[in-house]
């Protein structure tokens, strides 16, 4: 059984939102490092683990050589912290937008 994307987008917009952000985010970041030609480079990573907030420590155990794969990892783990941060928040708007949208009706 799949769900189609505008379904999903239509239950929970802060939850894709979030994910899609950060998704976005680690995309350009990982663009940034693949053409980038400072010697340096490899500390843009540390913005991933700034961006992932506390699931950006998992990353320390995951040593791998390629860097298309943390891209990978960090979008997926991230994006699901992102995403339960953003369940959170439609939770909320859910619970409190279907009671005040009642206010100054008559309820029989």
């Given at each position: 059984m799949f769900v189609r994307?505008?379904?999903?987008v239509a239950r929970w917009p802060a939850t894709t939102f979030l994910f899609g952000?950060?998704?976005a985010l680690v995309m350009l970041l990982y663009f940034g490092w693949r053409f980038s030609v400072d010697p340096e480079r490899?500390?843009?990573?540390?913005?991933?683990?700034?961006?992932?907030l506390p699931i950006g420590f998992l990353y320390l155990y995951?040593?791998?050589p390629s860097h298309f794969l943390p891209a990978i990892i960090s979008i997926v783990l991230g994006g699901l912290?992102?995403?339960l941060v953003g369940w959170l928040l439609?939770?909320?708007r859910k619970r409190?937008?279907?009671t005040s949208s009642l206010r100054g009706q008559i309820h029989i």
């Open positions: 994307l505008p379904t999903i952000v950060h998704a490899e500390m843009m990573w540390l913005w991933t683990l700034i961006l992932d995951f040593q791998v912290g992102w995403a439609d939770l909320l409190y937008s279907s």
